[in-house]
């Protein structure tokens, strides 16, 4: 084949080297603007799995790298004058000019032609190749001349950076977060070579433009940030080699992704490699990663599938299948570490202490969780462990273990919770005229026994009209408070679970019918009247007609949480979460997709705020001082012109003025047209942004399916309780299983089902050395 890789970054060098090891007969070209031996850039970084791939495919290449790579294992932390360091991380930095004279080198030995001081901007240069590889950056022209085809997603994120080096040599990948008058600087640090380590300087724009730095030239934006970090730099000078940038050289890093990644323009089969397909923050260190193994997973499909001109549409169809999915994790990883350093003055830097900030910035990316820590450094998480535990109130004796952040206390007021899983409340269609029962009775006290601090009951209606489905709890006439009084004291007498009871009224979305027969659609027969902020439907077409409340039903309504509350303080209820989420009646006031009301409880959040304000201030008000009160709400609508996260930390601020202790993170379901964005612990950011913006208590639910899950949440500080819902119903011992899972021993188990707790733990155990065993072999 003849190839021909336009841009002589690692991307096209290295696989112009892979296809031309693999067969020489190919004839290979690689196209580059500079000069030979000449490129730009400090340091750059990528991890050890990369390099045990590149030992496979090019020993040669890889042996070259090593000898002038620096490894290191360990990411040391400069914050509010502490110094963390924690190991096991891995990572290879080298500088990218050696980088790339390395893959010049090897290219030269094996006959790939290279051509420098060529400035190729088009493919249709090369009209008698048959593969073109646009490995031509950030910027590829190839790219933008094939635009409507690649639909490039290009987004300019807010942060300025400036990429600088010293002479002044670290031995970790190093962080440095220095705040100013006018806001917080970080810098990300690592030893590239024996004389001089990559400096990046990073901070927000307001902070930036504050500082005058978008009029400062590079010499002064130097000055500047030796100034800022003259207590670690200590005399070590800064440099750029970016002269040949105007201004300041302060840049927004740009993520670039691409919908297709190949195109034939005619005569030549033309596919995006590196930066000109995708690009990675820096945070994680992976566009050189990418780079390289783009390159080898195209390699490895014409090795494959045969590396002869009829075979390049199938190879590249199947390349851009493969790759695009690595690339996506690694990007939507990037993207998570790249928003932490975005935020991190105004989330993380004055609210958290050292310990707890080193935890957060090593999750960032969330690929890396609590038992992942464990295993990179054990020593470091063992003294987070102990300070984490010692700060809940439950400092471990001298020789003692602390217990996972997960098995630690909580205080809320009067109540103090025995760790930080509670129960999610979630419907069971199983009252009789709201009465609940012995299957109530039954649900609820298996998972009291189970090992969550706290129980939730599902959603309790504060009037008949109010209930969702005919088989939803009431708490609105005697009858309902001694049902539910019979089953708080059995919680309270066999276990040492906590009982909270979540009230609410199901405004639009009720007079439906139970899940099982139909979820959200309105009963066959037999309706009652809908009531909503505004007039509304929630199923377009198929839903009852809400219609808009007037001032003395909203009295009314208020009344009647009043009544709800005052029962369940009498029903011997620990806690109680005030329900204004998931498009209910107090959500359909805060949401502007269903509130369009004009007088004093519509327009503005101020303004839609208002009456679930009011509800909570008399509910409030109704419930003992001493037991808690938590609101959940809907933190993100998922459609455009809804509630935003923004809005969330508003609501969240509104709240706790008016008294709440917590609140609890729940989103969507207030709109049909809704397009959540579903993963693992995928609510959970709402709850770290409120728990940090706003100054008040979360509990994080949603996709919370382990030990490893919770114990990130609530050891980074996104959230004080973690809310699992539905692997509690799978197994109502969920907590007790984890606990064994995780190898924590001193949890207590109900008397009656203690001689099954060494055989669970014994299982988990054999299952571990299994693992090891079978991971070594």
Same mark, same amino acid.
């Given at each position: 084949?003849?190839?021909?890789?336009?841009?002589?970054? /690692?991307?096209?060098?290295?696989? &112009?080297?892979?296809?031309?090891?693999?067969? /020489?007969?190919?004839?290979?070209?690689?196209?580059?603007?500079?000069?030979?031996?000449?490129?730009?850039?400090?340091?750059?970084?990528?991890?050890?799995?990369?390099?045990?791939?590149? $030992?496979?495919?090019?020993?040669?290449?890889?042996?070259?790298?090593?000898?002038?790579?620096?490894?290191?294992?360990?990411?040391?932390?400069?914050?509010?004058? +502490?110094?963390?360091?924690?190991?096991?991380?891995?990572?290879?930095?080298?500088?990218?000019?050696?980088?790339?004279?390395?893959?010049?080198?090897?290219?030269?030995?094996?006959?790939?032609?290279?051509?420098?001081?060529?400035?190729?901007?088009?493919?249709?240069?090369?009209?008698?190749?048959?593969?073109?590889?646009?490995?031509?950056?950030?910027?590829?022209?190839?790219?933008?001349?094939?635009?409507?085809?690649?639909?490039?997603?290009?987004?300019?994120?807010?942060?300025?950076?400036?990429?600088?080096?010293?002479?002044?040599?670290?031995?970790?990948?190093?962080?440095?977060?220095?705040?100013?008058?006018?806001?917080?600087?970080?810098?990300?640090?690592?030893?590239?070579?024996?004389?001089?380590?990559?400096?990046?300087?990073?901070?927000?724009?307001?902070?930036?433009?504050?500082?005058?730095?978008?009029? &400062?030239?590079?010499?002064?934006?130097?000055?500047?940030?030796?100034?800022?970090?003259?207590?670690?730099?200590?005399? &070590?000078?800064?440099?750029?080699?970016?002269?040949?940038?105007?201004?300041?050289?302060?840049?927004?890093?740009?993520?670039?992704?691409?919908?297709?990644?190949?195109?034939?323009?005619?005569?030549?089969?033309?596919?995006?490699?590196?930066?000109?397909?995708?690009? *990675?923050?820096?945070?994680?260190?992976?566009?050189?990663?990418?780079?390289?193994?783009?390159?080898?997973?195209?390699?490895?499909?014409?090795?494959?599938?045969?590396?002869?001109?009829?075979?390049?549409?199938?190879?590249?169809?199947?390349?851009?299948?493969?790759?695009?999915?690595?690339?996506?994790?690694?990007? =939507?990883? #990037?993207? =998570?570490?790249?928003?932490?350093?975005?935020?991190?003055?105004?989330?993380?830097?004055?609210?958290?202490?050292?310990?707890?900030?080193?935890?957060?910035?090593?999750?960032?990316?969330?690929?890396?969780?609590?038992?992942?820590?464990?295993?990179?450094?054990?020593?470091?998480?063992?003294?987070?462990?102990?300070?984490?535990?010692?700060?809940?109130?439950?400092?471990?004796?001298?020789?003692?273990?602390?217990?996972?952040?997960?098995?630690?206390?909580?205080?809320?007021?009067?109540?103090?919770?025995?760790?930080?899983? %509670?129960?999610?409340?979630?419907?069971?269609?199983?009252?009789?005229?709201?009465?609940?029962?012995?299957?109530?009775?039954?649900?609820?006290?298996?998972?009291?026994?189970?090992?969550?601090?706290? %129980?939730?009951?599902?959603?309790?209606?504060?009037?008949?009209?109010?209930?969702?489905? /005919?088989?939803? /709890?009431?708490?609105?006439?005697?009858?309902?408070?001694? #049902?539910?009084?019979?089953?708080?004291?059995?919680?309270?007498?066999?276990?040492?679970?906590?009982?909270?009871?979540?009230?609410?009224?199901?405004? *639009?979305?009720?007079?439906?019918?139970?899940?099982?027969?139909?979820?959200?659609?309105?009963?066959?027969?037999?309706?009652?009247?809908? %009531?909503?902020?505004?007039?509304?439907?929630?199923?377009?077409?198929?839903?009852?007609?809400?219609?808009?409340?007037?001032?003395?039903?909203?009295?009314?309504?208020?009344?009647?949480?009043?009544?709800?509350?005052?029962?369940?303080?009498?029903?011997?209820?620990?806690?109680?979460?005030?329900?204004?989420? @998931?498009?209910?009646?107090?959500?359909?006031?805060?949401?502007?997709?269903? =509130?369009?009301?004009?007088?004093?409880?519509?327009?503005?959040?101020?303004?839609?705020?208002?009456?679930?304000?009011?509800?909570?201030?008399?509910?409030?008000?109704?419930?003992?001082?001493?037991?808690?009160?938590?609101?959940?709400?809907?933190?993100?609508?998922?459609?455009?012109?809804?509630?935003?996260?923004?809005?969330? %930390? &508003?609501?969240? $601020?509104?709240?706790?003025?008016?008294?709440?202790?917590?609140?609890?993170?729940?989103?969507?379901?207030?709109?049909?047209?809704?397009?959540?964005?579903?993963?693992?612990?995928?609510?959970?950011?709402?709850?770290?942004?409120?728990?940090?913006?706003?100054?008040?208590?979360?509990?994080?639910?949603?996709?919370?399916? +382990?030990?490893? @899950?919770?114990?990130?949440?609530?050891?980074?500080?996104? #959230?004080?309780?973690?809310?699992?819902?539905?692997?509690?119903?799978?197994?109502?011992?969920?907590?007790?299983?984890?606990?064994?899972?995780?190898?924590?021993?001193?949890?207590?188990?109900?008397?009656?089902?203690?001689?099954?707790?060494?055989?669970?733990?014994?299982?988990?155990?054999?299952?571990?050395?299994?693992?090891?065993?079978?991971?070594?072999?």
């Amino acid at each position: 084949m003849n190839i021909v890789c336009i841009g002589g970054g /690692p991307a096209g060098l290295y696989f &112009a080297l892979l296809m031309k090891q693999n067969n /020489p007969a190919h004839e290979i070209t690689v196209v580059e603007r500079n000069k030979p031996y000449d490129t730009f850039g400090w340091g750059v970084v990528f991890s050890d799995a990369t390099m045990d791939n590149m $030992r496979i495919w090019d020993p040669q290449t890889a042996a070259d790298i090593e000898v002038a790579f620096n490894h290191w294992d360990d990411i040391e932390l400069g914050f509010k004058g +502490e110094t963390i360091r924690s190991g096991g991380h891995g990572f290879v930095g080298i500088g990218r000019k050696k980088l790339l004279n390395i893959l010049q080198r090897r290219c030269e030995a094996l006959d790939v032609k290279l051509e420098f001081e060529v400035d190729a901007d088009s493919d249709l240069q090369y009209p008698d190749a048959d593969l073109v590889i646009a490995s031509d950056g950030i910027n590829s022209r190839i790219r933008s001349n094939y635009e409507a085809v690649f639909k490039p997603d290009v987004v300019t994120r807010p942060n300025r950076f400036i990429w600088l080096g010293t002479h002044k040599l670290y031995d970790a990948f190093t962080f440095l977060f220095e705040k100013t008058e006018h806001g917080w600087f970080q810098a990300h640090i690592y030893k590239f070579d024996d004389t001089t380590t990559t400096f990046i300087v990073e901070c927000p724009e307001h902070v930036w433009l504050a500082h005058g730095l978008d009029q &400062a030239d590079q010499d002064q934006s130097i000055a500047f940030c030796e100034k800022i970090f003259a207590s670690n730099l200590q005399g &070590a000078k800064l440099m750029t080699n970016s002269r040949h940038l105007r201004g300041s050289a302060w840049l927004n890093f740009q993520r670039v992704k691409c919908e297709q990644w190949s195109h034939f323009n005619g005569r030549s089969h033309v596919v995006l490699m590196g930066d000109a397909v995708h690009t *990675a923050h820096f945070a994680i260190g992976s566009g050189t990663k990418l780079a390289i193994e783009d390159a080898i997973e195209l390699t490895r499909q014409f090795k494959e599938l045969g590396d002869s001109p009829e075979n390049i549409p199938l190879v590249l169809e199947r390349y851009q299948a493969l790759r695009h999915v690595d690339v996506l994790r690694l990007q =939507n990883a #990037a993207w =998570n570490a790249m928003e932490w350093f975005e935020v991190c003055g105004e989330r993380y830097c004055d609210q958290l202490e050292a310990p707890q900030f080193m935890y957060s910035m090593l999750t960032r990316s969330q690929r890396i969780s609590h038992e992942n820590l464990r295993l990179r450094d054990a020593k470091w998480l063992a003294g987070f462990e102990t300070w984490f535990a010692t700060n809940a109130g439950q400092a471990p004796a001298p020789g003692q273990s602390a217990p996972p952040p997960m098995f630690t206390p909580y205080t809320v007021r009067g109540l103090t919770l025995k760790n930080r899983v %509670v129960v999610s409340p979630m419907a069971q269609y199983s009252a009789v005229e709201g009465v609940v029962g012995d299957y109530h009775l039954v649900h609820l006290g298996a998972r009291a026994l189970g090992g969550a601090a706290m %129980v939730f009951a599902e959603m309790t209606c504060v009037s008949a009209h109010g209930r969702i489905t /005919p088989g939803c /709890p009431g708490m609105y006439t005697p009858e309902h408070t001694a #049902a539910w009084r019979r089953i708080v004291d059995w919680v309270h007498s066999h276990s040492d679970a906590k009982f909270a009871m979540q009230i609410g009224h199901a405004g *639009a979305k009720a007079s439906t019918r139970v899940a099982w027969e139909g979820i959200d659609k309105p009963l066959a027969s037999g309706n009652w009247p809908v %009531v909503s902020a505004s007039e509304q439907q929630y199923l377009p077409g198929v839903s009852q007609v809400a219609k808009a409340m007037t001032r003395s039903e909203m009295d009314t309504v208020c009344q009647a949480f009043v009544v709800s509350t005052q029962a369940a303080a009498l029903a011997g209820v620990d806690w109680l979460e005030l329900h204004c989420a @998931h498009g209910y009646l107090l959500s359909s006031f805060i949401s502007p997709l269903t =509130n369009h009301r004009t007088d004093a409880y519509g327009g503005s959040l101020e303004n839609r705020l208002r009456y679930p304000l009011e509800v909570f201030a008399a509910v409030r008000a109704a419930w003992p001082s001493e037991r808690p009160m938590s609101v959940r709400i809907s933190a993100n609508d998922w459609v455009e012109g809804g509630i935003t996260p923004t809005d969330a %930390v &508003a609501i969240a $601020r509104a709240f706790k003025k008016a008294g709440a202790d917590m609140i609890d993170c729940s989103s969507g379901q207030v709109s049909k047209k809704e397009k959540p964005v579903f993963g693992r612990m995928f609510q959970t950011p709402f709850a770290g942004r409120i728990r940090q913006e706003a100054g008040i208590a979360t509990i994080a639910v949603g996709a919370i399916s +382990e030990a490893d @899950h919770v114990n990130s949440i609530i050891s980074a500080g996104r #959230a004080d309780l973690c809310a699992v819902a539905r692997p509690h119903l799978a197994n109502p011992a969920w907590t007790l299983t984890e606990a064994a899972k995780i190898g924590y021993t001193p949890i207590a188990w109900p008397p009656q089902y203690v001689s099954g707790k060494s055989q669970m733990e014994s299982l988990f155990q054999r299952e571990k050395a299994q693992a090891a065993l079978a991971a070594q072999g």
